[in-house]
């Protein structure tokens, strides 16, 4: 699986969403003894919390888990729909017509950019979460007021990472083809 992986990313990146999962989850539960029975479960625009609930395991630890799954989901739909399949153009959701007028090539560069994109928005996913888990936590403690500006920069980042993904493959599919 990692050989495979690595001809369109290096695989150490996978690590990078992981070492945010271990640090939230080991954050969270060295402070989860410490946070007051009423925890910020939901922050509105501005950051402040405007929704509490009773400190328990699934108001705590559910971003967590979610982030867990994110990532892992993210890093199957990846390998398994993009990565894995022998035919680039397998299960992109354009006609067999289209394929063709395509070509082997310029699949491959668009399965590539799908590849690359996918691992960058899944680490920038998992960054999210994590920026909110933790400003949660904090906040619960009363370390911080809100969960912080982080949240604004990488909620634009996905936005940003998904219109660069939406512009690379676009910009293979629409441009001239060289006479054979």
């Known amino acids: 699986m990692w050989g495979r992986i690595s001809r369109f ?11 945010m999962l271990g640090f939230i989850l080991a954050y969270t539960v060295t402070y989860y003894p410490l946070m007051p029975e009423r925890i910020p479960t939901h922050f509105g625009p501005s950051g402040q ?10 108001s705590v630890y559910i971003l967590v888990l979610l982030a867990g799954a994110v ?10 729909l993009i990565i ?5 153009g ?3 959701n354009i006609s067999q017509r289209e394929k063709d007028r395509l070509g082997t090539k310029r699949l491959e560069e668009i399965r590539t950019i799908s590849a690359r994109m996918m691992v960058i ?12 888990q933790y ?5 619960a403690l009363g370390l911080q007021n809100g969960i912080g500006w982080g949240v604004w920069f990488f909620a634009a980042a996905l936005v940003l990472e998904s219109l660069w993904m939406l512009f690379k493959c676009g910009a293979i599919n ?5 006479k054979r």
């Open 135 to 139: 400003g949660s936590v904090n906040t």
């Open 49 to 58: 919390p405007d929704a509490w609930s009773a400190k328990g395991f699934w």
């Open 71 to 80: 990532w892992l989901t993210m890093l199957a739909i990846n390998y398994i």
């Open 174 to 178: 629409y441009s001239p083809l060289k």
């Open 84 to 88: 894995k399949p022998d035919d680039p």
């Open 121 to 132: 928005i899944n680490i920038t996913t998992v960054g999210l979460l994590t920026v909110i």
């Open 9 to 19: 990313y290096p695989p150490w990146l996978e690590l990078i969403p992981l070492l």
């Open 90 to 92: 397998r299960y992109m």
